[in-house]
Nanobody
């Protein structure tokens, strides 16, 4: 099984930046599509960004396009989410996820999930 551990969350003022990191265990990391999702209490989990196996193709929710960038380093088994120009509406718990398929934005197709990291954006 794959274990995912997120880090990098915290408190930031609106307009600031954070970089989230996700470290994956296992030797087959390069075979997985990786995604970032976010969730607020009492709300459904929503898609943020995803990246293909080799990092050639990326996908973004409209709400974050142009502000967030997903990237990966398959040698280090790391996935990143660079978040710029953060807004209060970006305040969520952010989750890293992995799947062996290519259904990028649907959380139901992701096999593995991290514990989440809190991002809070103040006004």
């Amino acid at each position: 099984q794959v274990q995912l551990v997120e880090s990098g969350g915290g408190l930031v003022q609106a307009g600031g930046s954070l970089r989230l990191s996700c470290e994956a265990s296992g030797r087959t990391f390069s075979m997985y599509t990786m995604g970032w999702f976010r969730q607020a209490p009492g709300k459904e989990r929503e898609f943020v960004a995803a990246i293909s196996w080799r990092g050639v193709t990326t996908y973004y929710a409209d709400s974050v396009k142009g502000r967030f960038t997903i990237s990966r380093d398959n040698v280090q088994n790391m996935v990143y989410l660079q978040m710029n120009n953060l807004k209060p509406e970006d305040t969520f718990v952010y989750y890293c996820a992995a799947q062996s398929g290519t259904v990028y934005s649907n959380p139901n197709f992701y096999h593995y999930w991290g514990q989440g990291t809190q991002v809070t954006v103040s006004s």
